[in-house]
Every structure is written in structure tokens, then in C-alpha cells.
């Protein structure tokens, strides 16, 4: 199975910018599709970017030109620039790997199979 542990957050200024890490192990080869999601309070869990092994990356439209997805050719770390942070961006941020879902380009996330423990984003208005 594959073990995800998220790193980076903390508290940052709206209008600041703040990366978020994904650290994968124990998989041997390649994690195709990688995701993150968010889950701010009372709020249900929400896909925010997606990238697959080609580097194709998909983002939901609140954060179209202020976030960026990435990692080094189909490797981890998993990062996740956010830029222009705003109030509505706190949230917990989870990590997400492989799974029908990802491969078929969905943000359910149900059809996400590994998930790590979420990193914590909290914005100072």
C-alpha cells in the first residue's frame, strides 16, 4: 500500500502564497495519479488539482491561475503552489493516489484509494 504524509501548511495572509508537499512510500515504480483535495469546516471534501504520469493536470475552477500541481516526471514529492491565497482557502488539505476515479479524471472522492492524514491551511484575512 501505498503511505502518504502531507506537509506545508500553516497559516498565511490572504493575497500570500503557501506549497503543500506530498511525500509517497511504499510503492515500487510509478503513483500514475495524484490528487489534492481540501475539506474546509462543515464542508464536505473537494477535489482541487489532479495530475496524471503524462503531467496533465486539471484544477477546479476556484483555483484556475492561483494554484499549480506538480511533481517531477510521474515522482514524488506531490507539491501543490498556491498563490493569491483567499479567506475561502482554509481548509485541511489531503493528499490522494491512484484509483478508478483518478484515472478516469474524476474529483469524487470516493474514487480516490490512498489517502494521507491532511495538512492544516489556515488564511489571515
Known amino acids: 500500500a501505498i503511505q502518504l504524509v502531507e506537509s506545508g501548511g500553516g497559516s498565511v495572509e490572504a493575497g500570500g502564497s503557501l506549497r503543500l508537499s506530498c511525500d509517497a512510500s511504499g510503492y515500487h515504480g510509478v503513483v500514475y495519479c495524484m490528487a489534492w483535495f481540501r475539506q474546509g469546516a462543515g464542508k464536505d471534501r473537494e477535489g482541487v488539482a489532479r495530475i496524471d504520469s503524462s503531467g496533465r493536470t486539471w484544477y477546479v475552477d476556484s483555483v484556475k491561475g492561483r494554484f499549480t500541481i506538480s511533481r517531477d516526471n510521474h515522482k514524488t514529492p506531490l507539491y501543490l503552489q498556491m498563490n493569491s491565497v483567499k479567506p475561502e482557502d482554509a481548509a485541511t488539505y489531503y493528499c490522494?493516489?491512484?484509483?478508478?476515479?483518478?484515472?478516469?479524471?474524476?474529483?469524487?472522492?470516493?474514487?480516490?484509494?490512498?489517502w494521507g492524514q491532511g495538512t492544516q491551511v489556515t488564511v489571515d484575512s
Open positions: 490522494a493516489a491512484e484509483g478508478a476515479g483518478c484515472y478516469a479524471g474524476s474529483f469524487a472522492p470516493a474514487g480516490y484509494t490512498y
